[in-house]
């Protein structure tokens, strides 16, 4: 079936570092790729989506690349800041079956100053 | 303000009691979903509905309820039968039947005692 795979967390960094977040998927479809973004005691937000293959995703300066060939959607930021702290889910949709969305687990990051 | 809204944010019962979690959109959304988060275990999907009077189990179904009688209101019944109630609950809706992206409220913390 449609799975998410992303990194295990906590991932630490150190203010101003460059941020990866790995996630690689199986869908027999052609699926829509997500980055939702959870902050402490709040629902998910929809941080960037891709919906077809070399499509990239940004928003808040956080980046991700739909790559069939590798089937993967790495979540990626040049600077991360304290406030990036939260917990990162990737996802996935193929839209035209059961309208459901197949989430990972989360990976949880923290930023120190 | 369009949204989703959940209440209450924390909710305390007492074991063998039944609790019913208040989840209403604004947005004119279809499709309306609930998720049980617990810690390591990203989001799993108790139950979705697609149009009003209609709905379907999802992953975790067992000890839960719902109802879709408005399309604004998709409120979920923990019951006596769920083992394991205490979790973070999460609503979402979406605009169209292909769950392309889904909106989430802010999450209701339920604790049994």
């Known amino acids: 079936g449609d799975s998410v795979t992303q990194m295990e967390g906590p991932v630490t960094l150190s203010e101003e570092a460059f941020l990866t977040i790995n996630c690689t998927y199986t869908?027999?479809?052609?699926?829509?790729l997500f980055w939702y973004v959870q902050y402490p005691g709040e629902g998910l937000q929809l941080l960037l989506k891709?919906?077809?293959?070399?499509d990239k995703g940004s928003n808040k300066g956080f980046e991700a690349t739909y790559r069939k060939e590798t089937t993967s959607f790495h979540l990626e930021k040049g600077s991360v800041q304290v406030s990036d702290s939260a917990v990162y889910f990737c996802?996935?949709?193929?839209?035209?079956?059961?309208?459901?969305?197949?989430f990972g687990k989360g990976t949880r990051l923290h930023i120190l100053p | 303000d369009g949204g989703i809204t959940q209440s209450p944010k924390y909710l305390f019962r007492k074991e063998g009691q039944n609790v019913t979690l208040s989840c209403e959109q604004n947005?004119?959304?279809?499709?309306m979903y609930w998720y049980r988060q617990d810690p390591g275990q990203g989001l799993r999907l108790i139950y979705y509905s697609q149009i009003v009077n209609d709905f379907q189990k999802g992953d975790i179904a067992e000890g839960y309820s719902v109802s879709r009688e408005k399309k604004e209101s998709f409120p979920l019944t923990v019951t006596s039968a769920q083992k394991n109630p205490t979790a973070f609950y999460l609503c979402a809706s979406s605009p169209r039947r292909d769950a392309n992206e889904q909106f989430f409220g802010p999450g209701t913390r339920l604790t049994v005692l």
């Open positions: 947005l004119n959304h279809d499709a």
């Open positions: 996802a996935l949709s193929v839209g035209n079956r059961d309208d459901k969305i197949i």
């Open positions: 869908a027999t479809g052609y699926p829509s």
């Open positions: 891709a919906t077809k293959a070399d």
